[in-house]
């Protein structure tokens, strides 16, 4: 491997990991490192310049009808009508100027799209089809011509809701069960019973969508292998076109903080063993690996149309629009959002603030994060390496017109050397125990200036 440095990489060492479960990186940088910054730049200057022939239309949604145990996501439970009414008001005020600043700079067409939160089925059927309609008549997106994938749950997958999700054209819809075992699910403070879990996913094959998601958690206080098999066996009997396994994160101001020891080293252990079953049950199903957490049933259209099924947990290249607060956006320069929180009392207040916020504020980008020529090879790296398919020497070149060997010698030593790395002629990809420390391996290419970002960053 190269030892030179180019001047324009920041020259960074990596801490040496010490647990396999560090950070997901779902996106670089983390929306803890965005900040609220003088500098507000016109929309229509942040899309100038930028290709708007393949967008992909991201909307959040931040309501839930409960707050799991893990959950640090940007939502709001037990939301009434009238705020679910007024932030759709607000959602389409949105969208509108939007909309014209990337007509200002040509045709914007979206390939993609997706209803992510929160729970988008939170919002009634009539409210999805307000949505539905933003998108369609203010936004401009054709959700029946493109793949467009949809959160749900348990208790909001009802009939009328997938009817209507169905009618508009979702191609994919993941439900979070995280686990079919009723005591698990109260572990992970989450109230819910199997046979819920079991009508919603009855109705949801039912509906036939092209790509059914079952969502599940390893690591909850108590889980084994023969638990974790009833859950597995128990998505598997659905056949769903995907399976994602998720490990369990404890983070600050969530349920599960005050009474999880997150520095116990057994439960590293437990996780890891726990990964590895589900990995080798689920290849053994018949079912393909794509990422650490992504496993896709072979023969299905999770796997024929894996470039387009749906918005991935990597896909954060140039050419995201995000609409509703906690959506971010990601152009060449710049990724930016509102504000975020995990706390309920700021988490409302953002969303009141939102809801009360002129039109002509839209126009600007708020909390921001300004990307430089180092960051975006760091995302590039992040996005293809933690990827089942790896990282293609030739692809980076093409881009940035040098090796990510070269640009990042420490980070991919170290990675080779604790054998998680192999090399396949122009190929860089993850080891079966290298995607096995995929969390930790995410947070070693981090810029010094993110992680100063990320450490300063007060939670709310």
């Known amino acids: 491997m190269g030892t030179s440095l180019p001047l324009h990489i920041s020259r960074t060492v990596p801490d040496e990991p010490t647990t396999p479960y560090k950070q997901y990186v779902y996106a670089y940088p983390h929306q803890k490192a965005y900040r609220l910054g003088a500098d507000r730049p016109l929309l229509t200057d942040v899309w100038a310049g930028e290709r708007l022939d393949s967008l992909s239309l991201y909307v959040h949604v931040p309501f839930c009808e409960?707050?799991?145990?893990?959950?640090?996501l940007f939502t709001r439970t037990g939301a009434p009508e009238e705020v679910t009414r007024d932030f759709l008001s607000t959602l389409e005020r949105q969208a509108a100027v939007t909309r014209e600043a990337l007509e200002a700079n040509g045709t914007p067409r979206f390939t993609l799209a997706a209803f992510g939160g929160g729970t988008p089925t939170y919002l009634t059927a009539d409210e999805l089809v307000r949505l539905c309609d933003i998108c369609e008549n203010v936004m401009g997106a054709d959700l029946k011509g493109v793949p467009w994938s949809v959160e749900t749950s348990p208790a909001t997958a009802t009939a009328d809701r997938i009817a209507v999700l169905a009618e508009r054209g979702a191609t994919r819809l993941s439900i979070g069960v995280q686990s079919f075992v009723d005591e698990e699910a109260r572990a992970a403070i989450r109230p819910q019973k199997r046979s819920e879990v079991d009508a919603a996913l009855s109705r949801l094959k039912e509906a036939a969508f092209p790509i059914l998601n079952i969502d599940l958690i390893y690591g909850i206080d108590g889980q084994t292998e023969q638990s974790f098999q009833v859950s597995l066996d128990a998505a598997l009997s659905w056949e769903p076109e995907e399976i994602y396994l998720y490990p369990l994160y404890v983070r600050p101001l969530t349920g599960l903080m005050a009474r999880h020891d997150t520095a116990d080293e057994s439960w590293d252990e437990q996780r890891l063993r726990l990964?590895?079953?589900?990995?080798?049950?689920?290849?053994?199903a018949g079912y393909r690996q794509t990422s650490m957490r992504v496993f896709s049933r072979v023969g299905?259209?999770?796997?024929?149309s894996a470039d387009d099924s749906n918005i991935?947990?990597?896909n954060q290249q140039a050419g995201m629009v995000g609409l509703g607060v906690g959506a971010r956006s990601f152009t060449t320069?710049?990724?930016?959002?509102?504000?975020?929180?995990?706390?309920?009392?700021?988490v409302r207040r953002i969303i009141d603030d939102y809801i009360a916020t002129p039109t002509e504020e839209f126009r600007r980008a708020q909390w921001s994060f300004r990307m430089d020529d180092d960051e975006r090879r760091r995302m590039f790296v992040l996005s293809m390496l933690l990827e089942a398919d790896g990282l293609r020497v030739d692809r980076y070149r093409n881009l940035f017109g040098s090796l990510p060997q070269d640009d990042f010698p420490a980070q991919f030593a170290l990675v080779v050397e604790r054998g998680w790395l192999e090399q396949d002629g122009g190929l860089l990809r993850l080891t079966p125990e290298g995607m096995a420390w995929a969390d930790a391996i995410g947070p070693l290419f981090f810029s010094a200036r993110v992680n100063q970002a990320m450490t300063s960053y007060q939670e709310r």
């Open 300 to 304: 299905s259209a999770a796997v024929d």
């Open 275 to 284: 990964y590895r079953f589900g990995r080798d049950h689920l290849l053994a």
């Open 333 to 346: 320069d710049l990724h930016y959002t509102t504000d975020y929180a995990v706390a309920v009392p700021e």
């Open 66 to 72: 409960m707050r799991c145990g893990f959950c640090n």
């Open 312 to 314: 991935s947990e990597y």
